[in-house]
C-alpha cells in the first residue's frame, strides 16, 4: 500500500483553519502546545506507517473471519492494534481523568484521520470506541465512568454501539430489543437484555479481552416510538469473567471494509445477558446523539482518510506509468492534461474535506470552553462535515481508479479498495439524505435562523473570489426561502443545498489558506483550482435547490 502521513497539511490545517493556539491559549487544552502537537502527528505517522499500513492489503483480501467461537482478525491484527494500546494513542482526546492526555478533539481525530488513511477498515475500532467514551463520559454513573472509561480509553476494551434492528432500519423508534428488570431488593440498574442487533461494526473481535456493548433497548411498559428507548451497557465479558450472553450470529459479507467485522449480534439467547442502564429511562435518544454526533464528525473524518489514500496512490502510479508522448518524447502520464486535471481535483477536494472537518473538530472543543457560538456552529456544520466529506471521498475514490485506467479495475493495484471501502460512508450513521433532511429541517431554523445568518455572515465577510461570492448570495437566498417553505419542498430540495453550502463553507476555508504566506505551491494551485473550478460547479445546484417537490410526486409510486 502507498501511504505517507499527511503532516504538513493537518498541520496547516490546524494552525490556520482551526486556529489552534487560540484554543490551546486555554487551560483546559494547554497541553496542546505546539512541540506536543507536532510530536503526536509524527508520532502516529510513524506508527501508522509502520505497524496498520502493511496489513491494510490482507485486511482487505483475507478479512475478518467469523467462528463458532467468535470472530477472527486477520493474523497481525491483534499485535498491531496491542502495540496502539501501548503507545497510548487512544488517551489522546480522553478526560485526564479517565487516564487520558486532555488533548483537543481536533488532535483526536487528526490521529484518526492518519491511522484510517493508513488502514481505513482497522481505525473503525478506535472510532467507535471513541463514541462509547463520549456516551459514558455525558451520561454514565460515577461507578460506570470509574470502571469502564479507563478500560476505553487506554484502547485494553473496544466500545459498540447498538441501535439497528432488521425490522427498524433508519427508524430507531421501531426497535424491539427489551430490557427487563431484574427484581433484587431495592433494585441496582440492572436488566435482562434481549434482541438482535444487525449492522453492528467491531460487533465482536480477537483484538482485545473484552467489548463494552451500548444498547439501545425498551424496558416494559415504554411509551411507543423514539420516547420509549432507554440506553443500556452490555459487556461481552462481565466483570467477574464470566461470558455475558452476547454472541456474533454472523458477520456481513461486504462491498469494502473488509477487515472490520460488521456483526448480527443476538443478546439473551439464554436468558443471561445483563445490562446496566445508562442515564435515566427513556432517556436513549439523548444519550444516544451523544454518540451519533460524535460518530458523524469521524465518519467525515473516514472521507478525509479515503481521499488522502486514494490521492497518494493516484499520483504514485501517474508518475512512473508511462503512456503516450509529450513533446516528441515517451512520457508519464502525470504529463497529461486531464490526468493533471484528475489529479488536481482530487488533492483539491482532499484538502477541502480535511479542512471542513477539522473546522467541525475545533468547534467541538471550543464548545467544550463553554463558547455558545461555537456550538451553534457546531451543529450546522455536522451535517456538512459528515455529507460532504464522504461524498468527496467517494468521488475522489472514484478518480483514482479512472487515473489508474483499466489498471484501476483490478485488485492488483489496490486503487479498487479505496473506492470500496469509500461506499459506506455515505450510508452509516445517520445516511447523507438524514443529514440533508436534518439541515433543512432543524438546523436552519436554529437560533431563529441566527446560526445560519452567522454563517453566511462569516462566508459573505471573508470571500474574495467572484464565484465564491456568488455562490454565498445564492446559499443565503436558497436558505431564506426553504425556512418558509413546505415540509416537502424543504425536502426535495436539501442535499442539493447542503452540497451548496459545503462547497461555499470549503470554499471559504480553502480561500482562507491560500491567503496565507506560508502556503507551498501545491496548497495554492489546489486552492486556486477549487475556487476556479469547483465552486462554479456549486451555483449549478441553485436550480435544483429552488425546485418544488412537485415532480419528485408525479408519478405514483408503482412507477419507479
Known sequence: ?????????????????????????HERFAAASADTVEAVLEGIGAFAEGEWAPLATAGDRIGARW??????????????????????????????????????????????????????????????????????????????????????????????????????????????????????????????????????????????DNIVHLVLARTPDAPAGTRGISLFLVPKVRLDGTPNDVRAVSIEHKLGLHASPTCVLSFGDHGDCVGELIGPEYGGMRAMFTMMNNARLNVGVQGVQVAEGATQKAAAYARDRVQGARDGAPAAIVEHADVRRMLLRMKAQTMAARALVYYACGQVDRATLGDAKARERLEIMTPLAKAHATDLGNEVASLGVQVHGGMGYVEETGAAQFFRDARITPIYEGTNGIQAADLVGRKLSLANG????????????????????????????????LQGASADDRQAASYPFLTMLSVASCGWLMERQAAVPAADAVKRAACAFYLDQIVPEALGLEAAASASAEVLYALPAGAF
Not at 1 to 25: G, N, S, W, Y
Not at 70 to 89: D, F, I, L, T
Request: aromatic fraction near 8%; hydrophobic fraction near 45%.
Open 1 to 25: 500500500m502507498t501511504f505517507a502521513p499527511a503532516i504538513a497539511d493537518q498541520r496547516f490545517v490546524l494552525d490556520h483553519v482551526v486556529k489552534l493556539d487560540e484554543i490551546a491559549a
Open 67 to 208: 467462528t463458532s467461537d467468535g470472530v477472527v482478525m486477520p493474523a497481525g491484527y491483534r499485535a498491531a492494534y496491542q502495540a496502539y494500546v501501548e503507545g497510548g494513542w487512544g488517551t489522546i482526546g480522553v478526560d485526564e481523568r479517565w487516564g487520558g492526555q486532555g488533548l483537543p478533539f481536533v488532535i483526536q481525530a487528526a490521529v484518526l484521520e492518519t491511522l484510517g488513511t493508513a488502514n481505513m477498515g482497522f481505525a473503525l475500532a478506535p472510532i467507535l470506541t471513541v463514541g462509547a467514551i463520549e456516551a459514558l463520559a455525558h451520561h454514565g454513573t460515577p461507578e460506570q465512568q470509574a470502571t469502564y472509561l479507563p478500560q476505553l480509553a487506554s484502547g485494553a476494551w473496544t466500545g459498540t454501539m447498538n441501535l439497528t434492528e432488521p425490522q427498524a432500519g433508519s427508524d430507531v423508534g421501531a426497535l424491539r430489543t427489551t430490557a427487563t428488570p431484574i427484581e433484587k431488593e431495592g433494585g441496582d440498574g440492572t436488566y435482562l437484555i434481549s434482541g438482535t442487533k444487525i449492522f453492528i461494526s467491531f460487533g465482536d473481535h480477537d483484538l482485545t
Open 450 to 481: 441566527g446560526a445560519f445568518a452567522d454563517l453566511i455572515a462569516d462566508l459573505r465577510r471573508e470571500a474574495r473570489h467572484p464565484a465564491l461570492a456568488r455562490l454565498v448570495d445564492a446559499c443565503e437566498a436558497v436558505g431564506r426561502r
